[in-house]
Structure formats: C-alpha cells, structure tokens
C-alpha cells in the first residue's frame, strides 16, 4: 500500500518519495551531469573567443574576422617598395626568354583615388631574392584603349619593376569594339577579351608557368617559394597537360559543412554515438567502481543528451576550425572562388586561349569559365593552403553594385600569417 506524502507548512514532503530532489543531487548522476553541463558550458565560451575569425562558424563575428592585422602590415611593405621604385632611376630590367613564371596582373583604373594595383605589385617584388626576380617576366597590363586613362600609366616605378608594360595592339576595328565594350560598361564581356589578351603576351614569352592575378590583391612574404615548390611537387604527380590551375587565393566561407556531404556528417556521428555506447557498456561490465556513477539515468542522460549537445558545439565551432587542412597543396575541385590568382602550366595555356576567345559573347565571369571549362574537360585543379594572396579591393574594378561582393571576398587565415 502507497503511503500519501505528508505535507509540511504547505509542501509534500520529500522523503517520503522514492527517488526524491535531495536524493538525487547527492547522487553521483547528479554531479556526472553537473560536470558534463559545466564542461560544455566552458567549451561553448572558448568557442565563442577562439573562433571568431571563422566564417564557416556559429560564432563568426564580422567585426574581428575582417580586421586587418597582416595585410596592413604587407602593404605598407608594399608601398615603400613602390615609392623606392619610383624614387630611384632604377632602369627596366632587360627582356628574357625562357622565364620560370609569367606574371600577369590586367589593371583597370579605379573610380576611387586608390589604386590597389600599386601594393600588388609591390607585394610580389618586395622580398625576393635577385635570383627569383630574374626568373620572375613581370607584365602589368593597363587595360584601356587610353592608357593614359589609367592614373599609373605615367608614374616612373611602373616601368622600373616591370618586364614589359603591356598595353592593346590592335587593328582599329577591334580597338572600335573594345571601345564600344569600355562604354557600355560590359566587364564580363571585356575582362573575358583582356583575360585571353593576357594569357596569349605572357605564353609567348616562353615562361613555364603562367600566373594570372587580378590588381588588387597582396602577396604574403615568401609567396614565389611556396609556390615554386608546390608547382615541382604537382609535376611529380600529375602531367601537365592534365590539371587546369594552382589557385593562389581561396575562400574559407565556401569551405564550411556543405549539405552536399550530409551524409558523411551523419556517417560520423552515428560512430560517434556507436563509440561511446561501446565505451560506456565496457567501463560498467569492468570497472566495479563506476557501476553507481554510470547508472541507467546517467548514461541515458550521457547518450541522448551530453553526446548531442556536445556533437551540435562541433558542427557551431566550424568546419574550418574543426578539419583545417594541412600546408600544402591540395585538390580542389569543387568550392573555389573567385579569380584573384590562378598559376596556370604553360601545356594548357593555348586551349585556355582559344576558350575565352568563345567566350567573349558569353555572359560569364572569368571564374566561372574556368569551372565550368574543367569539369567539361576533367582537368583537375589544386589550391595552396595557406592562401599565397589575400583580396583588398573594396571597390571593384566593375564599378558601382559590385563594391557588396568585393569587400566580403576574403581570407582569413592571411591575417594570422605571421612576418618573415
């Protein structure tokens, strides 16, 4: 027969049931809880601090992430460089054949008084090694009909420290439809043409590898070492007629938990849960003295709530955070953005030519094009990690309604880079 609880000032009293409140919080379930409640609380703080420069993360702030603490730091290396250059009757260094690399950077004059192709030049060249930059047939190409319409096209240091400055050479029928592109403001179609342009004056310049960057990016110190030996390191592997690019700059925030491969996160953590039921089954048949604290309500409790609680904070902190990839090169043939530097092996420059040429009509970003082009041709396509480049231009090139996108396009990682 069940007794009826006895009330006491207004309340039942409590023990009088069989498992009561008091009882409980003495219990050795009770602390097990505690504990695990407390360590994921700290876990939950620590994330919230250690990462807020992931974009692939809960807890991303945009205040810190897009600070800029290297970048500033290299472009004001940069700039002194530019301004010794331009400072200094420093003659341009002579014509070669047979360079290791060809570098072009198109540049196009920004509407803004900053012109960003200053510190990317500067960011390249400053740090190398008289060997390197010998090696290196440096080609700015100012992409006007005008050159004169680009505000750097007089300033000294611009033939100082370039190979050659290219500009158009054209017959005046396509001089006229170049004319009619610049405008009518059509840069896809136009930046496609001087893409094409560019990769046709640096292939015949005999290099080995073709480096395409845009010109508003900054070269982190020692960027032409890696590079170089992640291009010796392809060639060991892979043909080099059988992979597109090595991208010198990539985004994290494309890099996240992609619901293309859900089915891989649910994979690990049903192991996850599979693990632990075999850990927490083997610890109460051997371990005497955990038989009490493991009771069933403890690890119910462990199971079906610490386990996914816990495996929930993984999938917060971010997939950047939690599987960084290791230096080095790696495949990436899905997830690449956008078109800030690209090393291209000279044994698949002259079809790459001929389909941009096709593409003049087409409505594609260059970016784009190269995907889309691969994955119809199977070319692999690698990337350096950490990131060679990081992206500064918040004004585009593009001019108004494209500012949005080219602030947003950023490496993080960069800025935790640390000077040479």
Same mark, same amino acid.
Request: proline share 3%; charged share 20%.
């Given at each position: 027969?069940?007794?009826?609880?006895?009330?006491?000032?207004?309340?039942?009293?409590?023990?009088?049931?069989?498992?009561?409140?008091?009882?409980?919080?003495?219990?050795?379930?009770?602390?097990?809880?505690?504990?695990?409640?407390?360590?994921?609380?700290?876990?939950?703080?620590?994330?919230?601090?250690a990462y807020s420069h992931d974009?692939?993360?809960?807890?991303?702030?945009?205040?810190?992430?897009?600070?800029?603490?290297?970048?500033?730091?290299?472009?004001?290396?940069?700039?002194?460089?530019?301004?010794?250059?331009?400072?200094?009757?420093?003659?341009?260094?002579?014509?070669?054949?047979?360079?290791?690399?060809?570098?072009?950077?198109?540049?196009?004059?920004?509407?803004?008084?900053?012109? @960003?192709?200053?510190?990317?030049?500067? !960011?390249? *060249?400053?740090?190398? %090694?008289?060997?390197?930059?010998?090696? =290196?047939?440096?080609?700015?190409?100012?992409?006007?009909?005008?050159?004169?319409?680009?505000?750097?096209?007089?300033?000294p240091w611009l033939a100082a420290?370039?190979?050659?400055?290219?500009?158009?050479?054209?017959?005046?029928?396509?001089?006229?439809?170049?004319?009619?592109?610049?405008?009518?403001?059509?840069?896809?179609?136009?930046?496609?043409?001087?893409?094409?342009?560019?990769?046709?004056?640096?292939?015949?310049?005999?290099?080995?590898?073709?480096?395409?960057?845009?010109?508003?990016?900054?070269?982190?110190?020692?960027?032409?070492?890696?590079?170089?030996?992640?291009?010796?390191?392809?060639?060991?592997?892979?043909?080099?007629?059988?992979?597109?690019?090595?991208?010198?700059?990539?985004?994290?925030?494309?890099?996240?938990?992609?619901?293309?491969?859900?089915?891989? @996160?649910?994979?690990?953590?049903?192991? !996850?849960? *599979?693990?632990?039921? %075999?850990?927490?089954?083997?610890?109460? =048949?051997?371990?005497?003295?955990?038989?009490?604290?493991?009771?069933?309500?403890?690890?119910?409790?462990?199971?079906?709530?610490?386990?996914?609680?816990?495996?929930?904070?993984?999938?917060?902190?971010?997939?950047?955070?939690?599987?960084?990839?290791?230096?080095?090169?790696?495949?990436?043939?899905?997830?690449?953005?956008?078109?800030?530097?690209?090393?291209?092996?000279?044994?698949?420059?002259?079809?790459?030519?001929?389909?941009?040429?096709?593409?003049?009509?087409?409505?594609?970003?260059?970016?784009?094009?190269?995907?889309?082009?691969?994955?119809?041709?199977?070319?692999?396509?690698?990337v350096v990690v950490p990131s060679?480049?990081?992206?500064?231009?918040?004004?585009?090139?593009?001019?108004?309604?494209?500012?949005?996108?080219?602030?947003?396009?950023?490496?993080?990682?960069?800025?935790?880079?640390?000077?040479?």
């Open positions: 027969m069940r007794l009826k609880p006895r009330m006491i000032l207004g309340a039942f009293d409590e023990s009088d049931r069989p498992l009561s409140w008091r009882k409980f919080a003495g219990s050795s379930t009770a602390w097990l809880v505690a504990l695990l409640g407390l360590l994921w609380f700290l876990t939950y703080q620590y994330c919230r601090f974009p692939t993360s809960y807890f991303f702030d945009q205040a810190h992430g897009y600070e800029r603490r290297y970048s500033l730091h290299r472009e004001q290396q940069a700039y002194n460089f530019i301004r010794a250059a331009n400072n200094t009757s420093t003659r341009p260094i002579p014509t070669q054949i047979g360079h290791l690399m060809c570098i072009g950077i198109a540049t196009v004059g920004r509407t803004s008084a900053q012109q @960003y192709v200053r510190g990317t030049i500067g !960011s390249l *060249l400053q740090g190398l %090694a008289e060997e390197e930059r010998q090696s =290196i047939y440096l080609m700015p190409f100012i992409a006007h009909t005008n050159p004169f319409d680009h505000p750097i096209y007089r300033e420290v370039s190979n050659r400055v290219l500009e158009y050479d054209l017959g005046d029928d396509d001089r006229a439809k170049l004319q009619q592109l610049e405008g009518g403001h059509h840069f896809r179609n136009k930046s496609m043409y001087d893409y094409g342009y560019l990769l046709e004056k640096c292939h015949e310049t005999g290099a080995t590898w073709i480096a395409m960057l845009e010109d508003d990016v900054l070269a982190r110190e020692g960027w032409y070492a890696e590079a170089t030996d992640a291009l010796t390191r392809l060639r060991r592997t892979d043909s080099d007629d059988g992979w597109l690019y090595l991208r010198m700059f990539y985004i994290e925030g494309l890099l996240g938990w992609n619901s293309e491969e859900w089915v891989r @996160y649910l994979g690990w953590s049903v192991f !996850s849960f *599979l693990v632990l039921a %075999a850990i927490l089954y083997g610890a109460r =048949i051997k371990i005497k003295r955990l038989q009490r604290p493991l009771s069933n309500p403890a690890v119910l409790g462990v199971y079906f709530a610490a386990l996914p609680a816990f495996i929930i904070l993984y999938f917060m902190a971010g997939r950047v955070s939690m599987q960084p990839w290791a230096a080095g090169v790696h495949r990436m043939d899905r997830f690449g953005c956008c078109s800030q530097g690209f090393i291209f092996p000279r044994a698949i420059v002259p079809r790459l030519i001929q389909r941009t040429k096709k593409a003049m009509d087409e409505d594609y970003y260059v970016d784009m094009l190269l995907e889309r082009w691969a994955d119809a041709e199977g070319l692999k396509r690698f060679l480049l990081q992206h500064v231009g918040a004004k585009s090139s593009k001019g108004w309604g494209y500012d949005r996108n080219a602030g947003t396009t950023w490496n993080f990682g960069f800025e935790s880079h640390c000077s040479l």
